[in-house]
C-alpha cells in the first residue's frame, strides 16, 4: 500500500479499519481534557470497560453469598480458572487441556523449572539470550545456584553478531548444537522485550529437542500480540502475563501451557498444592495428592478471582476479535508507524534507526527506535505532549500501536508531535 503522511489519509484507513469499534470499548487516559495516545500497551493495556463488571460481579457475590460463592456465585470461584481454558487455548494454539491461567509469570517459570529444569552432572546448563528480560535473568540464575551449580558456568546466552541488533537463527542454531548434550532447558522469550524482534520459535523448539532439551518459552511479549502453535510446535512449557497485550489490569495472574505429553505423569517433580489436587477429591482433604489430568494439575493455590476477572473479561473480547484479524490490522498499523517514523526522520533530518526487524514476520506490534543524539528530553516532550510511550536507556524508544485501540490517526498525530519536538531548539 502506498501511505501517505496527512490526517486526510490516516483517517481513511480508520474508515476502512473493521477493528475501529473496538477503540471505544477501553478507557483512555485523559491529558489536558484529550484521550491520549497510548503506545505503552506492551507494558500494561488498557482498561476494556467491560471488565468493572466481572470484578464487581466477584464483589457482589461474596457480599451476598460469603463462602457459598466458592459454588454459587454466577460464576464459582472454585473452579474459575477452568473458564479460561477454551478461549485461551486457541490465542495460543493449544488444546484447552494444556493451558491455565494461575500466579504470576516469574512464579510460573520457577514452578514450571521444578518440573523442566532437572539438571544432572553431565547436562545441567540453560540456553537464554543475552540481555534477556530482568527477572529471567534472575530467576535462571537462583535456580541454578539452587541446583548448586554455578551460573557463570551454566548459562548460556545467545549472542547477537557486532553492529547487530537483532538475533539469527542460524547462529542460534549453532549454540544449540554447540552446548548440545550438556544444555538441560532451553528458555528465551518469544518476542524480544528490548527490540520487539521474534524468534522462529517452531525452528528453534525442533533443533533443541532434537538434542534431548526441555524447551519452555517465556511469552511476556506474545500472547495477544503475534500468531502462536504452542502444541503444534511441540514446546514443553511456556508462561505469560496477561496485563500487556491481553488488557488485563496490573498484576493480574499470569497465562501457563504445559504440553499435554506431561501430564498425568506419576513421577514429574512438581511443586503441589489443593488446587492441583483432582478437581472430584479436592474437599475430601485426602492425604494423598491425586493430580488434575492437565495442566491444572500444576496450580496450587485456589484461584485469586478479583485479579482473574478482569483477564476473563479481556478474553471475551479476544475471542470475539480473533487473533487473525487482530494480526491483518497488526501488521498495517506497525507498517504506517514505520513509515510515518521515516517520513519525519527526514524532515528533520533526524538519524533515527528502526532496531525491529523490517520483515513483519520477525515482528508484532512493537517498534524500537534508536534516537541517535538526542536525549531523555525527546520522551519526556512526547509524554507532555499527550503520547505515551516508554524510554529505554541508552536512547531507545518502544512504541506499540496496539490494534484493538489504537488508530491511524494515533499514528499520524504521534509522527506530528515526534516532528515538532525534535524541531524545537529547547532540545
Ligand atoms: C513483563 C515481563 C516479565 C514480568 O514478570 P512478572 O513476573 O509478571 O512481573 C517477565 N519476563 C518478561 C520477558 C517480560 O517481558
Not at 34 to 52: A, M
Not at 225 to 233: F, M, V
Not at 279 to 301: G, H, T, Y
Amino acid at each position: 500500500m502506498q501511505f501517505e503522511n496527512s490526517l486526510a489519509f490516516a483517517q481513511s484507513l480508520d474508515q476502512k479499519d473493521a477493528l475501529r469499534s473496538y477503540r471505544d470499548q477501553f478507557h483512555f487516559p485523559q491529558l489536558n481534557g484529550k484521550d491520549v495516545i497510548y503506545f505503552v500497551g506492551n507494558s500494561l493495556g488498557l482498561q476494556p470497560k467491560n471488565s468493572k463488571a466481572f470484578v464487581d460481579e466477584i464483589m457482589e457475590d461474596w457480599k451476598n453469598l460469603g463462602v457459598e460463592g466458592h459454588f454459587y456465585a454466577e460464576k464459582p470461584w472454585w473452579d474459575y480458572h477452568e473458564r479460561f481454558s477454551s478461549t485461551l487455548s486457541k490465542i495460543v494454539g493449544a488444546k484447552p487441556s494444556e493451558v491455565s491461567v494461575m500466579n504470576t509469570l516469574t512464579v510460573n517459570l520457577h514452578l514450571l523449572m521444578v518440573s523442566f529444569y532437572r539438571p544432572t552432572s553431565k547436562r545441567f546448563k540453560i540456553i537464554c539470550e543475552e540481555k534477556a528480560f530482568p527477572s529471567d535473568q534472575y530467576m535462571l540464575a537462583s535456580q541454578v545456584r539452587f541446583h548448586g551449580y554455578d551460573p557463570e558456568e551454566a548459562i548460556v546466552t545467545l549472542k547477537k553478531r557486532d553492529g547487530e541488533h537483532n538475533f539469527r537463527t542460524e547462529d542460534v542454531l549453532k549454540t544449540i548444537s554447540a552446548v548440545g548434550e550438556e544444555c538441560a532447558l532451553l528458555l528465551i522469550g518469544g518476542v524480544n522485550y528490548y527490540t520487539g524482534q521474534v524468534f522462529d520459535m517452531e525452528t528453534i523448539t525442533t533443533a533443541a529437542k532434537a538434542k534431548g532439551m526441555f524447551v519452555g518459552w517465556d511469552l511476556a511479549h506474545a500472547a495477544g500480540n503475534i500468531e502462536l502453535k504452542l502444541h503444534e510446535w511441540d514446546i514443553d512449557f511456556a508462561a505469560w502475563c496477561s496485563y500487556k497485550y491481553m488488557n488485563s489490569g496490573p498484576g493480574s495472574a499470569s497465562g501457563c501451557f504445559v504440553h499435554e505429553r506431561h501430564h498425568g505423569l506419576k513421577d514429574i517433580p512438581r511443586f503441589e498444592g489443593w488446587w492441583g489436587h483432582h478437581k472430584k477429591e479436592r474437599f475430601l482433604m485426602a492425604p494423598e495428592f491425586v493430580p488434575e489430568p492437565d495442566v491444572n494439575a500444576w496450580q496450587i493455590s485456589n484461584a485469586p478471582v478479583l485479579s482473574m476477572a478482569p483477564y476473563l473479561a479481556s478474553l471475551e473480547m479476544f475471542d470475539e476479535v480473533g487473533m487473525e484479524s487482530l494480526i491483518k490490522k497488526r501488521d498495517l498499523i506497525v507498517s504506517y508507524l514505520e513509515y510515518i517514523l521515516n517520513e519525519v526522520a527526514k524532515e528533520v533530518k533526524g538519524n533515527f534507526e528502526i532496531i525491529t526487524p523490517s520483515n513483519p514476520e520477525e515482528r508484532g506490534t512493537q517498534l524500537s527506535v534508536f534516537l541517535h543524539g538526542y536525549g531523555k528530553d525527546i520522551f519526556h516532550y512526547l509524554m507532555e505532549n499527550g503520547v505515551y510511550l516508554d524510554w529505554r536507556e541508552p536512547n531507545v524508544i518502544r512504541l506499540a500501536p496496539v490494534p484493538l485501540y489504537c488508530s491511524f490517526e494515533d499514528v499520524f498525530r504521534f509522527g506530528e508531535v515526534l516532528k515538532a519536538g525534535l524541531s524545537s531548539s529547547e532540545l
